[in-house]
């Protein structure tokens, strides 16, 4: 398993790591600061720099499926690497921090809509939940006008672990209705921002919500029935 050094610190833009593995899919290291894409939020981008001088762009992380492990995708054409060698993985900050503060803003969402999440994406510019909410009819100028309240009033994050057991023992901790959180590992990674919204999540986060800064609600669109699209985007 690759050692994921932004669950401890989702600010940490570069670290030291060793090649463990090159194959087609792409290159494998004992740890990473690079996020994989997972939980709406895509992977994260960037260079591997070595001490001669090669840089490796990379285009993509994502997580292997079997093995668990982090695949750095690099470029075409980019230099060669072999396994043992020493790089500094540094990833696009400017890139991730956007999708942390997106991220962010999606938590507080699910804090001022009530219904099952069925779905979501993050990008740079804006971000969408999708709601289970069959007969109900959204504001969207109340809705934009509570989440710059929640962002402006700057709660802190608190990033921690809860065992199995007590993950299902609070079984409405879980808003998404498609994805569940990964379980039988012993522990589970949740989101608290104390007050306003806990549930688990495995992505990246500003450490309070005034680091959002100003967003709008776009559309809300009918996906189905039940379905309703959310989109946010940073009003700046």
Known sequence: MTEEIFR????AQ??????????GDGIRLDRTVFYPM?????????????????SIAITDTLKHRQTGEHVHVPADGAPALN????????????RRYRHMRMHTCLHLLC?????????????????????DLPDQTLDKE??????????????PLD????????????PELVRTMSVKPPSGAGRVRVIDIPGVDLQPCGGT??????????????KIENKGRHNRRINILFDE
């Open 8 to 11: 401890d610190d989702a600010y």
């Open 14 to 23: 570069s670290c030291e790591a060793t090649v463990s593995a090159i194959d």
């Open 38 to 54: 997972g939980g709406g939020q895509p992977g994260d981008t960037g260079v591997l720099k070595t001490a001669d001088g090669r």
């Open 83 to 94: 396994a043992g060698e020493t790089v500094s993985a540094e990833i696009d900050w400017q």
């Open 111 to 131: 804090a001022v809509v009530t219904g099952g999440v069925t779905g979501g994406s993050i990008g740079e510019a804006k971000g969408r939940l999708d709601f």
């Open 142 to 155: 109340h809705i934009t006008a509570e989440l710059n309240r929640l962002i402006e009033e700057d709660h």
């Open 159 to 170: 990033g921690r672990w809860i065992d199995d057991g007590e993950l299902a023992a609070n």
């Open 205 to 218: 986060h500003v450490r309070a919500t005034g680091e959002i800064g100003r967003v709008r609600v776009g």
